[in-house]
């Protein structure tokens, strides 16, 4: 069952069909999600990177699914370097943060504080422009709870404006002008 398992994880690609398989197995299958939850830091990236990319699809189908295993999403997003791996992560945490802030679910004051230290080292070190948008947004509206936060996003954003690619400057200069405008 696990290398039949792997092999679906690993046909996860673009196309809808493929997703909408694995999505439905994962969602009606708790042991199915639990080793994919697994194999986000316990297998190699090629691996890790797909666990991680079906995760996103369950969130963004069922965020509830997802939240039992937040303990070892950020320990996996602490543990990882693998680009591949961490575009998903962020907009795992770009969903769960979204749904807590609209009273979806709620997130613990730790898990708040964890996912702003994780969003804040994918700002601040060097990653493609999709886990920075989503850490963006997360840190936006995180910054609603952590007073701290709408500032250091601030500085963060204008320090790397002028190298950030078309899509950064574009996403940070609408969140620089929510945060500014509500000051």
């Given at each position: 069952m696990k290398d039949?398992?792997?092999?679906?994880?690993?046909?996860?690609?673009?196309?809808?069909?493929?997703?909408?398989?694995?999505?439905s197995l994962l969602l009606s299958n708790e042991s199915a999600l639990q080793e994919t939850v697994g194999l986000l830091y316990k297998a190699s990236p090629k691996i890790s990177s797909k666990a991680a990319r079906a995760l996103e699809l369950i969130t963004k189908?069922?965020?509830?699914?997802?939240?039992?295993?937040?303990?070892?999403?950020l320990k996996a997003s602490h543990k990882?370097?693998?680009n591949a791996t961490i575009r998903p992560l962020a907009k795992i945490f770009e969903i769960i943060v979204t749904f807590h802030f609209n009273k979806t679910i709620i997130l613990s004051e730790k898990h708040l504080q964890e996912i702003t230290e994780?969003?804040?080292?994918?700002?601040?070190?060097?990653?493609?422009?999709?886990?920075?948008?989503y850490s963006m947004q997360s840190l936006?509206?995180?910054?609603?709870?952590?007073?701290?936060?709408?500032a250091e996003l601030?500085?963060?954003?204008?320090?790397?404006?002028?190298?950030?690619?078309?899509g950064y400057k574009n996403r940070a200069q609408k969140i620089i002008q929510r945060i500014e405008k509500k000051q």
């Open positions: 039949n398992f792997i092999e679906s994880l690993l046909r996860i690609n673009t196309h809808p069909e493929n997703r909408k398989k694995l999505t189908e069922n965020a509830t699914k997802t939240l039992p295993f937040i303990e070892t999403l990882t370097n693998d994780i969003c804040f080292e994918w700002m601040i070190t060097p990653q493609q422009i999709a886990p920075q948008a936006y509206l995180l910054g609603t709870h952590f007073s701290w936060v709408h601030c500085l963060v954003l204008k320090q790397n404006f002028q190298q950030g690619s078309a």
